[in-house]
């Protein structure tokens, strides 16, 4: 044995590293524990393209929980194969979306699960499919995703449940079902919506003498209650119908708790006839100032934004950019430096330059990095929003290198499909796909 201390003091060292190195490994390599369902669990799996849905999910988890049944929500983005073949029981709550499209937080699961020959017999599910007959593709995704379930051998527990633009009795027929399933007799009612009383505190015409239908800016504050919403959230107002009751419109906010009062931009619509839409004719016209409006605020998950580190480029026309100037609002109350390109599109600049100073005051103070609006009636412009992104396609393209989240708020018709259109040339179909699919691309869009 040797007695030189220099080699027991590197034989000690040559110990320590290979425990520190064992233990290391052990510790990375360690089999972790999946983040496992509870034997027994129901999996409640939802695709929602507004918000609706994920409510509906949560009550239905609660519904489950109240009956002391184990239930979990899982969003359609999350989804495995595996979450499918191992379940004995999934419901499944899936909105529709553009012209019976899926959510695009089901884009992945169309693309990749859904084409799959995936056996699913020992599976039990139930449908609770979102939509509004009003599209010609009434519940597309949920149909779709029914007759896949059904050719994949799985057993529907009920024929699926349809639900027409929020209707109380289809909502009460799903909780019916589960109550069923859960043997459960007590059933809360979650159709009505919880308005809460709103004042209406300012309104003021954002576009006069525009060749558009008045654009309006509103201010709401609540009578009594608490200001909770994040940026990207929808406000779902009752407006007071001529055959009774309340009938359910959606407008995105535009403004922040910290502003104290839920703004808005709201254009009048017209009828064929030239009468004024239901709620937006009152809301621009019949509700009085200090006038009372019920509302309530949505969450909209799919419309929120990402962490200040995250450029965006924000894309919008019309009353778009209410939804995107709460993005804008957010960014500049974090003095988020990542930067904010907002490419917006209206008829003329003179009229409708919405929000004008606003805007101009974020691009002094680099809450905005970039401005380009285009006006369609402009001589000398003509152009529409989508028009940007093909012009400057290499800036396109180096911010989302750069990693930037593309949001688009404002018209479904012609917008969001041009916009979709001209990223889809600027960047390549599948890196837009792969955008949807990681969440840097989203859309509130009507
Ligand atoms: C997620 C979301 C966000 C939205 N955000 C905004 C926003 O920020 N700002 C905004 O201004 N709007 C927004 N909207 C649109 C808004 O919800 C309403 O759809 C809009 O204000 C029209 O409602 P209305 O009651 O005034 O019109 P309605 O009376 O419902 O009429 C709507 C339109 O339907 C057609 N129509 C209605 N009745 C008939 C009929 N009998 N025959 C033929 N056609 C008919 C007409 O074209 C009419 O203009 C949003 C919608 C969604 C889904
Ligand atoms: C832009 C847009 C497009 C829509 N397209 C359809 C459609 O093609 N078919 C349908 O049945 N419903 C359609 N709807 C209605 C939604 O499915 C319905 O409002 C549903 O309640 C939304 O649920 P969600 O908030 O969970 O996405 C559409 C709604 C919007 C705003």
Redesign the pocket.
Known sequence: MSDDPIRWIWAALTVVAWLAFTGWTIQRFRVRPAAAAQPGSTLIAVA???????ELAEMTRKAFADAGRPARVKFFADIEPTDLIGAARILFIA???????A?DSASRFVRRIMTDQTRLEGLEYGLLA???RT??????FGRALDGWLKSAGARSLFDAVE?D??DAAAVRHWQGELSRLTGSVAAPDWAAPAYADWRLVERRLLNPGSPGEGAWHLAFEPVDGALQWVAGDIAEVGAPSPEGGLAHREYSVASLPADGRAEFLIRLMRRPDGTPGLASGWLTETLGIGGIARMRIRANRAFHGPDAATPMILIGNGTGIAGLRSHLKARAARKATAGAWLMFGERTAAHDSFHDAELRGWLAEGTLTRLDRTFSRDPGDGRYVQAVIEAEADSVRDWVARGAAIYVCGS?EGMAGGVNTALETVLGADALRDLVETGRYRRD??
Request: hydrophobic share 25%.
């Open positions: 929602s393209q507004t918000g609706f849905g994920d909105s529709t979306t553009g012209e019976g499209d959510p979102l939509g509004d599209y010609v593709e009434f519940c597309g639900v633009n929020g479904l869009v009507y």
